[in-house]
């Protein structure tokens, strides 16, 4: 019904903290007049890394937010969501968020920590391998 | 049935971006599927343990519903992608040609 409105809310939370925190580096880069980039480009940081959720969350929210306009469940018009014009429809539509939403963005949260930790490994092997 | 065309979806631009590398932006394609394969798996599992067993043997008027609803997510993610492309213009296509004709222009 809705239930993709739970990986949008933590796409869009970690793309705000994101950019404060990208603010802020930068803001300490150029006090220590250090070139950001410099620093950055040889180890991709945690920061960047978090690219790669942000980018799977607001990709499949996408593709999901069609699904729910091809099935009415989501208008162009207020109140938006199909479901808001009644109240057991708008309970139904809050359980689904609080388990299929809450699933799909743990889900998403899991596999990106699979990916981080591959690529963790990776680079300490390739390190290693250099040494 | 929509799963199962985004996984393969997603399945055949990973491969692509693997082989023919990340020119043409088709990373975009990967993170839309694989993000959307996620979500859709969840709601699979949701409705396997309402359904157990007819899960799998949908109807034939569901699949073709859902085959159509699949096959519309793909085009509207390749719309997206194609925006994205033109957009940030990774092999300077439109700036070669914004660069000629202010050469063009100066000139005259």
Redesign the interface.
């Known amino acids: 019904m809705a ?2 409105l739970v ?1 949008v809310a933590e796409a869009t939370a970690i793309t705000i903290i994101r950019k404060i925190a990208e603010h802020n580096q930068q803001k300490n880069h150029s006090a220590l007049k250090v070139n950001p980039e410099e620093i950055l480009s040889p180890n991709k940081t945690f920061l960047s890394e978090t690219h ?1 959720l942000t ?10 937010a ?2 729910h306009v ?1 099935h009415g469940e989501v208008t162009p018009w207020f109140p938006f969501l199909t479901a808001m014009r009644e109240p057991d429809a708008t309970s139904e539509m809050l359980h689904e968020m609080a ?2 939403g809450i ?2 963005a743990v ?2 949260t899991l ?1 990106w920590m699979g990916m981080l930790a591959v690529n963790r490994i990776r680079q300490k092997k390739n390190i290693s391998e250099v040494q | 049935m929509t799963l199962l065309i985004v996984l393969i979806s997603a399945v055949i631009c990973t491969f692509l971006w693997y082989t023919k590398g990340n020119a043409c932006r088709i990373s975009t394609l990967c993170w839309m599927f694989w993000g959307a394969s996620l979500m859709w798996l969840v709601d699979a599992f949701a409705e396997y343990a309402e359904l157990h067993e007819e899960y799998f043997t949908p109807s034939a008027e569901d699949m073709l519903n859902d085959t159509f609803l699949g096959c519309s997510v793909v085009v509207f993610a390749l719309v997206i992608w194609i925006i994205d492309l033109l957009l940030h213009d990774p092999k300077g296509i439109f700036r070669k040609k914004k660069s000629a004709l202010k050469e063009v222009s100066e000139h005259v």
Not at chain 1, 55 to 64: E, F
């Open positions: 239930c993709f990986p790669w980018n799977l969350l607001w990709g499949g929210s996408a593709l999901l069609f699904e091809w388990t299929n699933g799909m889900l998403v596999v």
